[in-house]
């Protein structure tokens, strides 16, 4: 069965800093990869995703991710924070034949002024 | 686009009653959608595959007939939480698998039974 570890469960950074959420999947075949953000009481929004091609994906609001297969990592990055960043994230790794998704346990993100 | 709406946003009810929540894809079909189940400070755990026309399945440990799902067209999906009892206040949410193996979430449903 896959799994995924987000080995960070709180970071806090400073408006304006680099940041770096990392994603560890378990899975048994190419994984389709997630990132997805979420506010307080709300929905998930899809940040970026990875199913083939170029390793390092593009997303939404700055953000990029890059699949390393050798280290089964799919981490997420934003070279400068804002202060809107601060949210929880979650990285979910796909299942292929039924699209069913399993996340992590989610990052909470503070962002300090 | 790729919108996806939940009805009610919060919703209180007494111990015994039973409680429909609405999932609506806005802008595109889906043949499938899934409903989460999220506790405080926890991630999204999966209850139940939802898919147009046929009966859902649901994960082990999800009691079927408690929470019933229905998926009557390709823009709707409902859960109803059946004889709701304390320990079935949540914040429960929805998604519709979109293009490109994508699912996309609604805003979620937070219950609370008392």
Not at chain 2, 9 to 38: H, N, P
Request: aromatic share 12%; proline share 4%; with cysteine.
């Amino acid at each position: 069965a896959q799994s995924v570890t987000q080995p960070d469960i709180h970071i806090t950074v400073s408006e304006g800093a680099s940041l770096e959420l990392r994603c560890n999947y378990s899975y048994g075949a190419t994984p389709y990869l997630f990132w997805y953000v979420q506010s307080p009481g709300q929905g998930l929004q899809l940040l970026l995703k990875y199913f083939s091609g170029d390793t390092l994906v593009q997303g939404i609001k700055g953000f990029e991710a890059e699949f390393k297969r050798s280290q089964s990592s799919f981490n997420l990055r934003k070279p400068s924070v804002h202060w809107s960043d601060a949210a929880e994230y979650f990285c979910a790794v796909g299942e292929i034949s039924n699209y069913k998704l399993t996340f992590g346990k989610g990052t909470l993100l503070t962002v300090n002024p | 686009g790729a919108v996806v709406s939940q009805h009610p946003s919060r919703v209180i009810c007494k111990s015994g009653t039973s409680v429909k929540i609405e999932c609506r894809s806005l802008d595109f079909q889906a043949t499938t959608m899934f409903w989460y189940r999220q506790f405080p400070k926890q991630s999204l755990m999966l209850m139940a595959t939802s898919n147009e026309g046929s009966k859902a399945t649901y994960e082990q440990g999800v009691e079927k007939d408690k929470f019933l799902i229905n998926h009557a067209s390709l823009t709707l999906s409902t859960l109803t939480v059946t004889s709701a009892h304390p320990e079935d206040s949540s914040f429960y949410i929805c998604s519709a698998l979109g293009r490109q193996e994508t699912q996309y979430f609604g805003p979620g449903t937070r219950l609370l039974v008392l």
